[in-house]
């Protein structure tokens, strides 16, 4: 496999197909199943789903007990499979069967010329009589057999419910329920999941009816959720007798709660619906879910299972596995054979719609309120103490803290904001901190630790005190220990609580100075919340005007300006620029949030290219300014992975001892409490490795 396919990566590519009906003409039928099982083989998709009984066609009422029909069936089922024989693909097509002297709606798995195995639908519809032409797959004879001999694989294929494992597509398992059985009271898909299903297919014939598409989808949703599970649909359309129903051929693909695919009602021709599976991700949660874990070790139906290859890299096959192989350099490509669908988030911790980010920003902003009100009763409501730099941090920390006042019914006297100026404190930031606190009734004081700054280097005999321009660690340190050294006293005096203001960026990557610096607080509001959602939050009180109209003023301008340290002396008003020392928060976070998912270095390189190497592609925030939107190469998105690793596993020691803060992201939090548990001495070296091969390769490649 190349970089740049997604089954190198953890992914599976599934379609989920509609095509034009013909009822009664099987003959028909099968040339459109095998041109759109081919079309979707060439984009990439190892899983094809086709509607429910599409080789002959749903609507046809008592016809289904024709012989005539039921052996023209079997005959299209035999040259579907020679017509896809050639595909790497898993085609699962429904059919009307003759089994054990019944008939049975059936799931169908055909792959590289041969029958794989068989569902019957279990539970009939009695809204479409069902009942009346088909027999349960729950009757089965345990001994039953499909005899077929003409068509390769059918007098041993198992039948029921079961799974088939894809030897050559890692954590590939497929698993069916048909139709109707996909909205009964009994699930059949969890136990399927449970025993290691990771896609459920459902070849599905639904009538169209008010509301009845949103049902199905939402309870695909809360299956593929439950399940921990990927789940494909494909329903019957245009073509099926109009009669007594309507047909509107929806397809849809959830992961894990979440759409990821789907077609518009109504086609008039073939439609398909492509995702990349996660297979990666689903396996990572399985693993995390301990009741997932606690349900399997139940009783769980008994169920068959069916091992395959479906030839990865086949020498000789007409339709290649890997449709990237061809691509001629993966780095710099922007050809949409290559693209991910669907792309990955470019900011994994926020929902891509705005209605998503509005509501998100809302329960993030609850949860640390909430904390924070919860802390300061528990204490008897001391005054907050906080440093205001003028800096996104402390501006969001600072918003807290007077919600939690209001909140509480506290003068914002209780409130001590101080702004700590420092050899690098520009002009501009610290007008923003008064300004933000006169906008918000609080007062801010002002202590110049200059005067302090220069004694303490003075004392360790520090060349800076002697004139020298030595802006190294031990400067920037000073300035920051000294902040939170006063903040801390303060409360001592005062009788308050230190408002950590620090956040999951900082964390990750190490970024704050430890001990008594601005690692260190009584509470932080801000350690579950990653930079740029920070900045996401602010923007969203300003849409919101959360607190009037000069504080939203205040807010736009400081989201306006350079994230910065202010350690390090710059020229003029220039500020020293925090994503110019250590690299992109939008791109840490990234990486963050795929290794703590679990995934290895080069498939979160891959992710990364695939999210943010056209900025013209994929979904932004809708107010997120054009300037704010960039691009990444892969070199570049390697080198700063590099640097990424680096600083994550030599920064865990600070992540050891933090203080007490909300999480905002099930899963994806530093504290060692409760989310990370990791040795502060491990090694990064096999990461950090498998990036440096990455990099000597892609130099290799030039």
């Not at 029958?115 to 009757?139: N, Q």
């Not at 903040?487 to 008594?516: K, M, P």
């Not at 690793?645 to 530093?670: A, D, E, N, W, Y």
């Amino acid at each position: 496999m190349t970089f740049a396919s997604s089954y190198a990566h953890g992914f599976a590519r599934v379609a989920a197909i509609t095509i034009p009906s013909h009822p009664g003409e099987p003959d028909r039928n099968v040339p459109e199943i095998a041109a759109a099982a081919r079309q979707a083989a060439r984009q990439g998709a190892c899983v094809a789903v086709f509607p429910e009984m599409c080789i002959s066609g749903y609507t046809l009422d008592d016809l289904v007990f024709s012989e005539r029909l039921l052996a023209s069936v079997e005959k299209g089922i035999e040259l579907l499979a020679k017509a896809t024989s050639d595909c790497a693909e898993l085609i699962v097509v429904g059919a009307p069967l003759r089994i054990a002297g019944q008939i049975y709606d059936c799931a169908v798995f055909l792959a590289r010329g041969k029958v794989i195995a068989l569902t019957p639908k279990v539970f009939l519809s009695s809204e479409a009589y069902e009942k009346r032409y088909f027999t349960s797959g729950a009757h089965l004879p345990a001994d039953a057999r499909w005899e077929a001999p003409q068509i390769p694989g059918a007098s041993e294929a198992p039948i029921g419910n079961g799974i088939i494992n894809i030897e050559d597509v890692a954590g590939l398992a497929v698993g069916a329920e048909v139709g109707s059985d996909g909205t009964a009271a009994r699930s059949l898909a969890l136990p399927l999941a449970l025993q290691g299903a990771s896609v459920i297919v459902n070849p599905a014939a639904y009538p169209a009816t008010l509301e009845g598409g949103e049902q199905q989808r939402l309870l695909a949703g809360a299956t593929s959720r439950r399940g921990i599970c990927a789940y494909v649909s494909a329903g019957a359309g245009n073509g099926e007798s109009s009669s007594d129903s309507a047909w509107d051929g929806r397809t849809f693909i959830y992961q894990d709660g979440s759409k990821i695919a789907e077609t518009d009602p109504f086609p008039t021709d073939t439609r398909i619906a492509l995702a990349d599976i996660d297979l990666t991700a689903l396996v990572n949660r399985r693993r995390r879910e301990s009741s997932f874990a606690d349900t399997q070790a139940g009783k769980i139906e008994k169920t068959w299972e069916v091992k395959i290859r479906l030839g990865v890299g086949a020498a000789g096959a007409a339709i290649p596995f890997d449709p990237w192989a061809n691509v001629s350099n993966a780095a710099t490509s922007k050809d949409a054979q290559v693209a991910l669908g669907p792309a990955p988030a470019r900011f994994p911790f926020l929902p891509t719609d705005q209605a998503g980010i509005d509501r998100a920003c809302r329960q993030a902003f609850e949860i640390q309120v909430y904390g924070l009100k919860k802390r300061l009763q528990a204490v008897g409501n001391p005054k907050m103490v906080l440093g205001v730099s003028g800096g996104l941090d402390s501006t969001q920390a600072i918003l807290v803290c007077s919600e939690v006042a209001a909140r509480l019914g506290l003068e914002k006297s209780q409130i001590l904001a101080y702004t700590l100026p420092g050899f690098a404190t520009s002009e501009g930031t610290k007008s923003h901190a008064y300004k933000l606190c006169e906008s918000l009734g609080i007062k801010c004081e002002e202590i110049d630790i200059r005067p302090a700054a220069r004694q303490m280097l003075a004392d360790m005999g520090h060349p800076f005190a002697k004139g020298a321009a030595q802006y190294d660690v031990t400067f920037e340190n000073v300035q920051a220990g000294l902040r939170t050294d006063y903040l801390f006293r303060i409360a001592n005096h005062q009788g308050g609580l230190v408002i950590g203001t620090g956040d999951l960026s900082e964390a990750a990557l190490g970024w704050c100075t430890y001990g008594v610096g601005d690692h260190m607080s009584h509470y932080s509001v801000n350690p579950g919340i990653p930079k740029t959602m920070l900045q996401t939050m602010i923007r969203w009180a300003c849409r919101e005007n959360l607190f009037g109209e000069a504080c939203t003023k205040v807010l736009q301008d400081i989201l306006a300006q350079e994230i910065s340290p202010e350690l390090i002396p710059g020229g003029g008003e220039k500020l020293q620029s925090t994503q110019d020392t250590i690299g992109p928060y939008e791109l840490h976070e990234f990486f963050l949030y795929h290794l703590l998912l679990g995934r290895e270095p080069r498939d979160i390189a891959y992710l990364a290219w695939q999210a943010w190497r056209d900025k013209d592609n994929g979904v932004w925030p809708a107010d997120l300014p054009e300037a704010d939107r960039h691009q990444y190469d892969l070199e570049t998105i390697l080198r700063w992975l590099h640097e990424f690793l680096r600083r994550f596993f030599t920064s865990q020691f600070k992540r050891t001892c933090v203080p007490g803060g909300p999480g905002i992201t099930s899963g994806f939090g530093l504290s060692p409490r409760g989310d990370l548990r990791m040795p502060s001495d491990i090694s990064g070296r096999i990461w950090i490795k498998q990036v440096d091969e990455l990099l000597a390769q892609l130099e290799d490649d030039k």
